[in-house]
């Protein structure tokens, strides 16, 4: 069986980013580079075609709040990994960190709004406590093209408004290699969980009969 190519916007997008991993170890100046490169594919006609066809199965929006992920390249040298998310119309994501990971979240189609948080206890970033304060610092409203840079241990949430949204997301190392937090300000108290789950799906289709190929 011959191979299915992935779209010519997410091959450009993942050898420019391989090329900018090895340029570029400062870690803040990286993901900047980063954020600009995954502009552009969420401006390509054929990528935004491609998220129609992501599914919003139980099984991928996931419950109370712990979506999972498509997961459409892993990267083999660098690590980072490029994933999907799609929420129903109205889901509301947990108060959560990433962890150690550093993230870029594009949104491609539909309208949330996202909310930050911060700590007011005596915690600090990187810790996995049983309880921690956490009160709200403001909140975003996004659409098509918006792309959020979220630093490790940064803490916000995300809700959607009455419309089904998808989005790029792009991780530093793959979920389940490193514990994030949940928090849940109607006890004070906190999850620690390995992120949501992987789930491979091909980022291009079958040309001859048009059909999305996994």
């Known amino acids: 069986m011959i191979p299915v190519p992935r779209l010519p916007a997410a091959e450009k997008f993942i050898s420019q980013m391989r090329a900018m991993f090895a340029a570029t170890p400062e870690l803040p100046l990286r993901w900047e580079k980063a954020r600009q490169l995954l502009a552009d594919m969420l401006r390509d006609p054929e990528v935004r075609q491609h998220a129609q066809t992501w599914p919003d199965s139980p099984a991928i929006l996931g419950l109370e709040g712990k979506h999972g992920n498509l997961l459409l390249y892993e990267d083999p040298d660098w690590g980072f990994c490029v994933n999907a998310l799609i929420k129903k119309p109205t889901a509301k994501t947990t108060i959560h960190d990433h962890g150690v990971s550093w993230t870029l979240y594009g949104v491609i189609e539909g309208g949330e709004d996202v909310a930050r948080f911060e700590r007011i206890d005596d915690g600090t970033p990187g810790d996995l406590p049983k309880s921690a304060t956490v009160r709200a610092t403001e909140s975003i409203p996004v659409g098509p093209g918006y792309i959020d840079l979220i630093k490790p241990w940064e803490i ?54 048009g059909d999305h190929t996994a």
């Open 156 to 209: 916000h949430a995300e809700y959607n408004r009455p419309e089904r949204t998808a989005a790029i997301i792009i991780r530093s190392q793959k979920c389940g290699s490193y514990i994030q937090n949940i928090f849940y300000q109607k006890d004070g108290t906190v999850e620690q969980y390995w992120g949501p789950q992987q789930i491979p799906f091909h980022f291009g289709w079958n040309r001859q009969s």
